[in-house]
């Protein structure tokens, strides 16, 4: 059973940067994408960033240019940074791992933005 586990999340202030990581319990160079989700309160979850076991890389529109998805096989985990924390980044940010058929997802990292 592949375990995700997040963290880096917190309180930050507007403007202000993170570094959010998602390490697994395998080896990540086994799974087909990893990505980014989150989901605000009253909000579906959506996604913010996806890399591909190609290197592939996909962000949503709203977080271009302040987000960077990485990874490092070597410590089997992925990473997101984000830069210039907007009120609207505040979220529940999963990790995700996609295998063929399966899917798994960590139990998520609050962010909250402040004034």
């Known amino acids: 059973q592949v375990q995700l586990v997040e963290s880096g999340g917190g309180l930050v202030q507007a403007g202000g940067s993170l570094r959010l990581s998602c390490a697994a319990s395998g080896s990540i160079r086994s799974f087909d994408a990893m990505g980014w989700y989150r989901q605000a309160p009253g909000k579906q979850r959506e996604l913010v960033a996806r890399i591909s076991s190609g290197g592939s890389i996909t962000y949503a529109d709203s977080v271009k240019g302040r987000f960077t998805i990485s990874r490092d096989n070597a410590k089997n985990t992925v990473y997101l940074q984000i830069y210039s924390l907007k009120f609207d980044d505040t979220a529940v940010y999963y990790c995700?791992?996609?295998?063929?058929?399966?899917?798994?997802w960590g139990q998520g990292t609050q962010v909250t933005v402040s004034s």
């Open positions: 995700r791992a996609q295998l063929l058929l399966s899917d798994y």
